[in-house]
């Protein structure tokens, strides 16, 4: 079977099954079997590939399962990223959280960085790596979520990896920056979020009541470890821009900004 052939079937196979996105899908499943980019499938439709591992692979994503963990790596920023069972998948809203902080720490000389609640890592490490000269402290509690985190940041000198609950304050310098993609989703919500979603640990989804549990924890504990005007850059929920603002006594200059779909996705914020 050429990759044609394999993608014409696996978009037979999904729409059939009722899978959303089918033919997105079907091209990744396709490409990753190949070993290829997307953007080369027209290259390579005629280049015979091992199909085995195909009908595996549909079956796991005709069972709900997210396609980022079926294909174990997923494109965040500039670089791609391993995740998988017991990690958050990467978003592309947060690429301009990412974004937001480069330009921000790109004025600043050697600047220290911490990445609460890190995760895969797919914020800190994206930092690190275009900012050569900073140090990111990546923080993450999960010990399954840690081990993609030390993959990701493998080989990575400016990248400092503390498996540690953000409610404890590990002694570390002050500093320049802190990122967040905290959980902030309400705990009675979890349960409705759609299929794929229920697949990713409720340890990086659950804010707790309200969804703020984390921004509490990030104002009163955190905020003493940022240098004097320190800048605060944190992910919120649509509906939670003027909650976060309230939260955040320690920070002024509080700043409330919008993603790609035009919802208050952004907070930038100064210590006081």
Not at 90 to 97: C, D, I, M, N
Not at 166 to 181: E, F, G, H, L, R
Not at 224 to 252: A, H, P
Request: proline content about 4%.
């Amino acid at each position: 079977m050429n990759l044609k052939q394999a993608y014409s079937y696996a978009v037979h196979f999904l729409e059939g099954n009722g899978v959303d996105e089918a033919d997105f899908k079907a091209l990744c499943l396709a490409c990753h079997l190949a070993g290829i980019k997307n953007s080369e499938y027209a290259a390579h439709m005629n280049d015979d590939i091992i199909t085995s591992r195909l009908a595996k692979l549909l079956w796991r994503v005709k069972s709900g399962e997210p396609l980022q963990y079926v294909l174990g790596k997923w494109d965040f920023y500039e670089s791609e990223f391993y995740v998988g069972e017991g990690v958050l998948i990467p978003r592309p809203e947060t690429e301009e959280l990412v974004d937001l902080t480069v330009k921000s720490a790109a004025k600043l000389t050697k600047p220290v960085i911490f990445d609460l609640c890190a995760g895969s890592g797919c914020i800190g490490l994206s930092i690190a790596k275009k900012l050569p000269e900073s140090m990111v402290y990546c923080i993450e509690k999960s010990k399954v979520a840690f081990r993609y985190l030390e993959k990701n940041a493998a080989g990575m000198p400016n990248a400092v990896l503390l498996l540690e609950d953000i409610n404890t304050v590990p002694d570390i310098p002050p500093a320049d920056m802190i990122i967040s993609n905290p959980p902030y989703i309400r705990s009675s919500e979890i349960d409705s979020l759609q299929s794929e979603v229920q697949y990713e640990p409720k340890m990086a989804l659950d804010g707790g009541t309200d969804g703020l549990d984390f921004y509490r924890i990030i104002n009163e504990k955190w905020a003493d470890k940022l240098k004097d005007n320190g800048l605060l850059f944190l992910e919120i929920g649509n509906e939670q821009g003027e909650s976060v603002r309230d939260i955040l006594t320690n920070f002024n200059k509080i700043e409330i900004r919008k993603d790609i779909y035009g919802n208050d996705r952004m907070v930038k914020a100064v210590k006081r």
